[in-house]
């Protein structure tokens, strides 16, 4: 017995397999004006450093949350043998570059980023290596 898939099944499927495909990647768009950051930012500690890691090409958080107009520090703990950045840009499009950090290859080491203070805003940050996979917002309030 021959099982026969409708063509319309056969693309749903494709576009939900699709769309399981590329959940690792985040979502990057600048938030509405005045509106909180989520909750699963990575944010800023009294001393003004974020930790976030790469493990599995992905950041241990979707964003960041820093202060504006004072310098502060993201911190890379790469967890796996893959080289591993930090590059922030003001936007998708990386046409100002604010940071490109050193590349790190672990496991296990941690780099520390100096990012000189940014404008209040909606940022962009990505692993320069694996940009499709790893990336997320950076809010600066």
Known sequence: MRFRTPLPAALG??????ACSSSSTSDWTPLPSGAEP???????????????????LL?????????AGVDFVVRLTNLES????VAIYDDRARGTKHLEGDIITGPDKTIDYAVEALTAGD?????SLHPPQMNGALYVR
Request: hydrophobic share 50%; glycine share 6%.
């Open 13 to 18: 499927l494709l576009l939900a397999l699709a």
């Open 59 to 67: 950041f241990s958080a979707p964003c960041m949350v820093a202060p």
């Open 123 to 127: 940022y962009y940050f990505e692993c």
């Open 82 to 85: 893959m080289p591993h950045n």
């Open 38 to 56: 989520p909750a699963a930012c990575a944010r800023a500690d009294a001393d003004g450093v974020i930790e976030i890691s790469g493990e599995g």
